[in-house]
Nanobody, 124 residues
Framework: VQLQASGGGLVQARDSLRLSCTASGRTVSSYSVGWFREAEGKEREFVAAISWNGGSTYVVDSVKGRFTISRDTAKNAVYLEMNSLKPEDTAVYYC??????????????????WGQGTLVTVSS
């Protein structure tokens, strides 16, 4: 499945953004989807994941309480709602997908398809 991540931009600290992950030509509803981010000079890290049916979600501790992952089957999209953004959230955010098995996968090697990334820059 071909994924597109969008919604990034330049915001100030404490602002909010919503990232979207959509699929081209196919439905994303049968896939478990994860969000990862890669800051300059750092390794790609897991942020959040949701199972194919939305029944299981997982958010990394560093963003827990600020970020929420959700999916809208009707709009064929998975969202990452980011609130109270901090400068350390600055990164390129990627969405990834794997055929759904009921789990919210946290490891990048679990995912078969990746989007191109969207840049989030948070100024202090």
């Amino acid at each position: 499945v071909q994924l597109q991540a969008s919604g990034g931009g330049l915001v100030q600290a404490r602002d909010s953004l919503r990232l979207s992950c959509t699929a081209s030509g196919r439905t994303v509803s049968s896939y478990s989807v994860g969000w990862f981010r890669e800051a300059e000079g750092k390794e790609r890290e897991f942020v959040a994941a949701i199972s194919w049916n939305g029944g299981s979600t997982y958010v990394v501790d560093s963003v827990k309480g600020r970020f929420t992952i959700s999916r809208d089957t009707a709009k064929n999209a998975v969202y990452l709602e980011m609130n109270s953004l901090k400068p350390e959230d600055t990164a390129v955010y990627y969405c990834a997908a794997v055929q759904g098995d009921g789990s919210a996968h946290t490891g990048p090697l679990d995912y078969a398809s990746w989007g191109q990334g969207t840049l989030v820059t948070v100024s202090s």
